[in-house]
């Protein structure tokens, strides 16, 4: 019985020991009996079970209301009717407490979400951090060079030398003049060199041009009523001599690049390598003859 009413709450004392009876006291055959009894009657035993706990209430407030009068016919015709309504009423607390116990489980898990929403909510408010760039982050954000750019970001490289490094490339050995390639193409790709004329001087001498036209324009503009000033004369002498240096620097950088200039300092980096070749592999008296071609014309006069 015991272990019908746990497992069968919703049904009373009564239906538990006639189902007993129904299969010979065996208990799991009356517990498949009730079980499809409760499945085929389940709206019923719902309402049924609603009338049991509201008696069970009213009989409770009379028990607990205090009892000014009693008489033994009352209790003796009652007698019967007791033993079952207490054998009810115990079952009625098993599952109260069982009620209980699963409401406090469910109010802890409502609590337990509650506390994660609460938690989720909170990191969602929370605000983004400022993230600080790294050398990864800024790797290729001006581009990315290899030892094969070298010819083409030849100009790039020699201011770069000469202001950073405090370096003439012209002086430099050939291997020499590798590695510090590398070490600008490093700071090239990671994006850390020190000003932005290092990764492309004729966009910056463009841009800078643009920006002086731009500023004359403006001074210009706001300056017409007083072209005859001194002051106004002497500030666009300066202006006209910035435009010119300016200009001389650009044609300076293109002699550089696509002059004879450039053509010989080439000439000159090959022969220096097939010297090198030739003293190597014990070629002296090549050497000598590219030495020769190599020097001057004054020490050659000499």
């Not at 009894?37 to 706990?53: G, I, M, P, T, Y």
């Amino acid at each position: 019985l015991e272990k019908l009413a746990i497992l069968l709450p919703q049904l009373g004392f009564f239906s538990r020991v006639m189902a007993l009876r129904e299969t010979n006291w065996d208990v799991d055959k009356a517990l498949a009996l009730l079980r499809r009894f409760v499945a085929e009657n389940d709206v019923q035993l719902k309402s049924l079970q609603k009338k049991r706990k509201k008696v069970q209430r009213e009989l409770e407030k009379q028990q607990e209301a205090p009892s000014t009068s009693g008489s033994s016919d009352s209790e003796g015709g009652s007698s019967e009717s007791g033993s079952d309504s207490g054998s009810d009423s115990d079952g009625g607390e098993r599952r109260k407490r069982k009620r209980s116990d699963k409401d406090k489980k469910r109010s802890s898990k409502k609590k337990r979400g509650k506390d994660k929403d609460k938690k989720k909510r909170k990191s969602k408010d929370k605000p983004a951090t400022a993230k600080t760039l790294t050398h990864s982050e800024d790797f290729g954000k001006y581009g990315i060079i290899r030892e094969s750019d070298a010819y083409a970001k030849r100009n790039e490289f020699i201011l770069w030398a000469l202001e950073v490094k405090k370096t003439d490339v012209e002086n430099l050995g050939k291997f020499e003049e590798r590695d510090l390639f590398r070490d600008y193409m490093e700071d090239y790709n990671t994006g850390t060199l020190p000003h932005r004329k290092y990764y492309d001087l004729e966009a910056y001498e463009r841009a800078r041009a643009a920006k002086a036209a731009a500023k004359g324009a403006k001074l210009a503009s706001k300056r017409k009523s007083a072209v005859n000033d001194e002051e106004a004369l002497r500030q666009q002498r300066a202006e006209e001599r910035q435009r010119l240096a300016a200009e001389r620097l650009q044609d300076a950088y293109r002699e550089i690049k696509y002059s004879d200039k450039g053509q010989d300092m080439r000439e000159q980096e090959l022969l220096r390598a097939q010297m090198a070749l030739a003293y190597k592999t014990g070629d002296t008296s090549k050497a000598h003859r590219l030495l020769d071609r190599l020097q001057p014309d004054e020490l050659k006069k000499k």
